[in-house]
């Protein structure tokens, strides 16, 4: 009976078990070869044939075409990641992929997957209570070096002491929803720079639209402005030439009408997320109105945020209320193309940075690597903690959980084992992206480790020996380890313990006579 509910192919017991452990390690093989400061890039090349060439964990999960549904449940730790902590995307893969490989070898040797799911999580509450000890209060000069650690290893490496003032300077003072990233190529990064108030990418509508407008009441819509299409679907028979120009006449009389019903809300600046028609356009031209079309949906939700404006989606409910304001807007060129520059907003936290590069390429991962970089800043500053780097934290873990591991009992020591050896794939990976012989490295970081001080040092990425990261200052969030170390031991946990993975038989088939019971 259960053959002829679903035409599955299933996958029970160990099957399915080996599958989850499979996708796992080719998740962590997409990402592994990017992490660290000498981590290679990923060309990603879309069905249109654009590409994007990033080292960005969060970025190749996101753009690669991979449909099999163990492997979403996993990027959902990349999700996870990055929007609790803006970085750590790659790490928190990789030691999910670490973790699913320790699993499998459990298993071969006789250990249930309950055992292994329940000495996974002991051994992750046992990391965050190790994680609470650790760690000290960062002061701005090391906020500084957290920016820089995030951005090395990417393209904005070579300007990162540029970048990272203004990422510390920004992320100090205003919350992260208050801060707008713009790009644009054609320009030296020298020539990134932040401002108090909102840039948009775009430009007016028509060329008689005010450059300039004092006081602006901003409108937002996020519909097409236009006759309504069902009105453009009716069939219409004319007779003669008067009977065609009198309906040309009527459609731009409702054209005008709309055009019109826009302005008397008071509105002199419309943004609008997607088309106008060119005589709505002119007629809003012709009264003064500055008119955008095709905005991003990112930028109506800053602007909403700064001026106060409502996001309409219906024309016909569009009012008075729902307008915004600020105190100047203006249309400013940057590189070859102008741009939308806002002031004296309501929300007078609000900061826009323009990140400067030569080429698009390049410009989209500066863009990409400042991102993260205030993000982590700002969770840094938030939890007033930081944590040396270079695998530092993973590798005090792993040694502390392998001494944790002897006082718990039955088979779930084994999985606590296990799960310490895998936190160490961290900083062994650093050293193999970096060249160095992971044998060697690891060695010596195992032996810094059991010094007083130990919890401090990581891998020397230049000639694989055991540093103090503080004193190198390499520094990073304790949020972001913590998060990837939960992120990874949870799905984890549910994958190893996963009996049977069932696809399901699609709807257009329920009906078909073979469906019996």
Known sequence: MSEQINNSKNQTGSSAREVCI?????????VKHTLGPNGLDNMLVDTAKDSVITNDGATIIKQSAIDHPVAKVIMNVAKTQEEQCYDGTTTSLVLTGELMTQAGDLLKNKIHPTKIALGFQIAALKAEEILLDMGIEPDEKMLNLIAQTAMTGKSAEADKEHLSEICVEVAMAVPMDDITIVQRPNGKVKDSTAIAGLLIDGQKLDHIMPDAVEDPKIGLIAADIDIPDYTQQLNVQLSGNDDVKKFIESRNSQLVEIAQKLVDTGMNVLFCSRELHPAIIEHLASHGVYGVRRVRRSDMEALANATEARIVMNIDTFSEKDLGSA????????????????????KKSTVSVLVRAPTEHVVAEIKRAFDDAIGVVSIAHEDNCVLPGGGAPYMQLSGKLKEFAATVGGREQMAVEAFANALEVIPKTLAENSGLDPIDAMIALRKAHTEEEGWKYGINVIDGSAVDMLNENVLEPKRVVAQAVRSAADIASQLIRVELITTAKPMSEIGDDDFQF
């Open 22 to 30: 499979h996708i796992a390690r080719e998740l962590s093989t997409l």
């Open 327 to 346: 105190g100047l807007l203006e249309e400013i060129t940057v590189g070859e193309r102008p741009m939308i520059k806002l002031t004296g907003t309501p």
